[in-house]
Every structure is written in C-alpha cells, then in structure tokens.
C-alpha cells in the first residue's frame, strides 16, 4: 500500500509518496494547477488500487484536484490542517516547507490511515456555493449601510432619531430622493406623505411632518453634491443588494425542496438562518458542519462532534412535522434521540 501526501497551493501543489512504514517512494514534487499538471500528478501517483491519497482541506484550492483524484479512481483522505500540524509537532518537525509539508501529509496517513472522503454531492456543493455567495453579499449590505450611515450623519444626523433603521426600505427610498436636510426643506408635507417605499405602503402625514420639522432645524452642515452622491449611491446599493438576496432566498429555498436535505430540515429556516447547519459531504452521512451545541454531537452519534441546530421536521419519509423547542436541543439525549427518529425514517423509507 503507497500513500501519497499532497500540500495544496494556489498555483502549484507538491505531492510525496511512502510506503507503510513511512519509507520514502518518491521525493516531493512540484505540479501545477492546470491539465498538465494533473496530467503529471496522475503519473507519479501511478495505480489507483493500492494508493490512499491525503490532502488538507486548505480554503477551496483542493477542490478542483480532489474531484479529478475521485474520478480517476483514487481514494482521497480529506484532513484538518490541525491534524496535520499536530503530527508534524509530535515528530519534532522543525521546519516548515511545502516538500517537508507533503511528505509529512504522507507519512501522516500511513500511520493514522485517515477515513476516506466521499465526492459531495454536486447539488449540494452547489446549495454551499450559495451560501457563501449570500454571506458575502451580507458582508457588502453591512459595508454599505455603515457608509451610509456616516454620510447621514453629515447631512441630516436627525434623520435617524426618527427613522432607525438605515438599511430599511423605508429609509433607503427617502434618502434616494432627499440625501440631505436641505433636499427635504424644498417638499411639501402632502407630496413626502404620499412616497410610496415598498410598492404599497405610504410614508404617512405624521411622520412626514416630523420629519421636515426635524429638517428645518438639522445640524448638518453638508448638504452639497458629493455629500448627496455618496448617499444617493449607497441606498441604490442597498437595493440592489438586498434584491439578489431576496432572489437568492428563493433559489435556495427551491433548491432545498428538490434535494434529498430538503425532506429533513425546512427550506425556509435553512434560507433565513444561512444553511449553516449544510452537510460538508453527502446527506445520506448526516455528517453536518458545527452549527451550535459541538459538546452534544458525538453523543448523538454525528461525526466531528458537530449537531445541527434543527426548528423545524418536514413530513418526510411519515415523520410528522412538528416544531421542536430549543429547551429539548440543550438535552444531548433528546438530540440523540431526535436523530435516531430520522436516521430509523430515512432507513425504512
């Protein structure tokens, strides 16, 4: 049996090969991330019968190399990069290079023989890749409403006495039209009452008066055109921003109702809380990331000591829905008990 290490780089990748008692087969090696690269990989790697390739799971630069690996046939070992250091430790490795840190990646699975990692299911590495997408497209809301806020605070700092939230609809269509307290000093109270901000709903006469009235007395001392473009620009981020994740709402929750994942956990709660609790491989697994409670995840029998945060069961496989209490999920026996519940679903079905 060979088993191969491999330190994952951006551009290049090094890949040493021992055999079972750690004996070194090939040196460390240089490919690149490209066809020719992997063309050359797979020919130093040779068969893949007797050859357990392991590598660490370094950000999404492993991806494109683990599912050509899988695809050519070889068995792939997915570590934690803290495994990896931690036995690197243990052998008193001093020096950190990417050569030494391939050969210790080899030589650390022929002494642990890590599990062997299924390929993800491509419609649910598909759902995680929405989900990044949406936590940045989060990260660039809050970005924008932080510059917002700053430049209210220079034109109209009264504005949000009265209206707090900034990266509200509300808010947003107000500020489009009138950036500045000097921009609102020139409207009339009936013509600010009628602005319509979320297709159906009005600004009302009362809030338009104290509005104006706020205006006409605001500290903010700068009301020119940059002051106005910076404004104006933000809020027309912000709906744009807040349109996507709408969209991306919907095609999560679509998606989620199509795959197999969708049948255990509610569509809607996975969409609004972010899908943290998305299965790193395979939902036939129930391997699930840390999404709260890690001290009850072993208990409950799911691998790397991680437990989903779980509101919601859907009718699948004759499981009734039904809501369950957080207060139950503090209990690590009411949580194994509840994954049993779905783990006996899922296999009767």
């Not at 890949?15 to 240089?30: F, R």
């Not at 130093?44 to 190399?65: F, I, K, P, Q």
């Not at 319509?196 to 104290?210: F, I, M, Q």
């Amino acid at each position: 049996m060979r088993f191969a290490g491999i330190d994952i780089g951006g551009e290049r990748h090094m890949v040493a090969i021992v055999d079972q008692s750690g004996a070194v087969i090939l040196k460390a090696t240089p490919v690149m991330e490209d066809a020719s690269g992997y063309e050359r990989l797979l020919e130093l790697l040779g068969s893949a019968s007797d050859c357990l390739v392991a590598m660490e799971a370094t950000g999404h630069y492993w991806r494109n190399l683990f599912t050509a690996l899988v695809t050519a046939g070889f068995k792939i070992a997915l570590i934690n990069p803290l495994r990896s250091s931690r036995f690197a430790e243990e052998e008193l490795q001093r020096t950190k290079t990417d050569a030494i840190d391939a050969l210790g990646i080899a030589r650390f699975a022929a002494q642990k023989r890590p599990r062997i990692t299924e390929l993800p299911d491509p419609a649910l590495q598909e759902l995680r890749e929405l989900v990044r997408l949406k936590e940045h497209l989060v990260q660039q809301f809050g970005d924008r409403v932080r510059q917002l806020h700053r430049a209210v605070d220079l034109g109209f700092p009264e504005f949000t006495r009265h209206i707090r939230a900034l990266d509200s609809e509300l808010a947003t269509a107000l500020l489009t039209r009138y950036p500045t307290a000097a921009a609102l000093r020139t409207i009339s109270v009936r013509r600010l009452a009628r602005l319509c901000y979320d297709g159906s709903h009005h600004v009302g006469e009362e809030l338009a008066r104290t509005l104006l009235e706020a205006a006409k007395h605001s500290v903010g001392a700068h009301h020119g055109e940059p002051y106005q473009l910076q404004v104006r620009y933000a809020c027309e981020d912000l709906e744009v921003l807040r349109q996507r994740l709408r969209s991306l709402d919907r095609d999560v929750e679509r998606r989620l109702e199509q795959h197999e994942v969708g049948k255990l956990l509610s569509g809607r709660t996975m969409a609004r809380t972010g899908l943290r609790m998305m299965p790193t491989f395979p939902s036939s697994s129930l391997r699930f990331r840390t999404a709260g409670f890690p001290q009850y995840g072993s208990k409950a029998g799911l691998s790397d000591g991680a437990c989903p945060r779980v509101a919601w069961i859907s009718a699948s496989r004759g499981l009734h829905p039904s809501f369950v209490p957080p207060s139950r999920l503090n209990n690590p026996r009411s949580v194994s008990r509840f994954m049993a519940q779905l783990r006996h679903r899922r296999a009767s079905g």
